[in-house]
């Protein structure tokens, strides 16, 4: 899980870079930062916030399309990695293991 984890991290970073695949490969990051909350939540987490910082405030694509079609495509964007970031939360609080050294 740490190798799927920082490979994760890795294409995250690179979709900061890339026009219009960048959004595609930031929403598989989000999802591979899904499967690996629950073993690595620092590494996920950071998966997290990277996506959510370049969607929401550097993809200049993603603005030009909510300037021609309304911000519900911006929005369709930015909750998607949200609502990921909430579910992986969720799996964590249901899936961790429970330290019961008393």
């Known amino acids: ?16 870079f890339i026009p ?10 989000s999802f591979l930062a899904l499967i690996t909350f629950v073993k690595q ?5 950071t998966i997290f916030g990277i996506n959510i910082f ?20 911006y929005l369709f964007f930015v909750i998607y990695h ?7 939360f969720i799996l964590f609080l249901i899936f961790r293991k429970k330290n019961t050294a008393a």
Request: proline share 3%; charged share 5%; aromatic share 8%.
């Open 41 to 45: 939540p620092n590494i996920s987490g």
């Open 82 to 88: 949200v609502v990921m970031m909430f579910n992986a």
């Open 20 to 29: 219009f695949f960048g959004l595609i490969l930031a929403m598989l990051c």
């Open 54 to 73: 370049s969607t929401a405030f550097m993809s200049p694509v993603l603005a030009s399309m909510a300037a021609d079609s309304g911000i519900g495509i």
């Open 1 to 16: 899980m740490k190798a799927l984890s920082i490979f994760g991290l890795i294409l995250a970073i690179i979709s900061v």
